[in-house]
Nanobody, 116 residues
Framework: QVQLVESGGGLVQPGGSLRLSCAAS????????MGWYRRTPGTQRELVAR???????DYADSVKGRFTISRDNAKKNVYLQMNSLKPEDTAVYLC??????????WGKGTLVTVSL
């Protein structure tokens, strides 16, 4: 089992920045991929960014050039630096990990609101 706790969400104006953090605990040695997804009312959960243990990253087209994902392999923390935020980035952001056994674990999410 892996437990995930997100932090760093909040209210920000368009064009602003936020940094999300996710701390993993439990069976952290089995973690392979760490990532961020987001969910808005009426929409399915979508991938924002992910990073594997080798440092390879994937980003949603909508956030490329604005968001940067990073991880601390020793602490098994993952971060999402979000710059040039837009109202359409408003969502609940969820931390996800996938283990080497193919199991997925999710955090409860942190709300990001981009508004004047």
């Amino acid at each position: 089992q892996v437990q995930l706790v997100e932090s760093g969400g909040g209210l920000v104006q368009p064009g602003g920045s936020l940094r999300l953090s996710c701390a993993a605990s439990g069976s952290i040695s089995s973690i392979y991929v760490m990532g961020w997804y987001r969910r808005t009312p009426g929409t399915q959960r979508e991938l924002v960014a992910r990073i594997n243990s080798g440092g390879s990253t994937d980003y949603a087209d909508s956030v490329k050039g604005r968001f940067t994902i990073s991880r601390d392999n020793a602490k098994k923390n993952v971060y999402l630096q979000m710059n040039s935020l837009k109202p359409e980035d408003t969502a609940v952001y969820l931390c996800n990990v996938r283990t080497i056994y193919g199991l997925d674990f999710w955090g409860k999410g942190t709300l990001v609101t981009v508004s004047l």
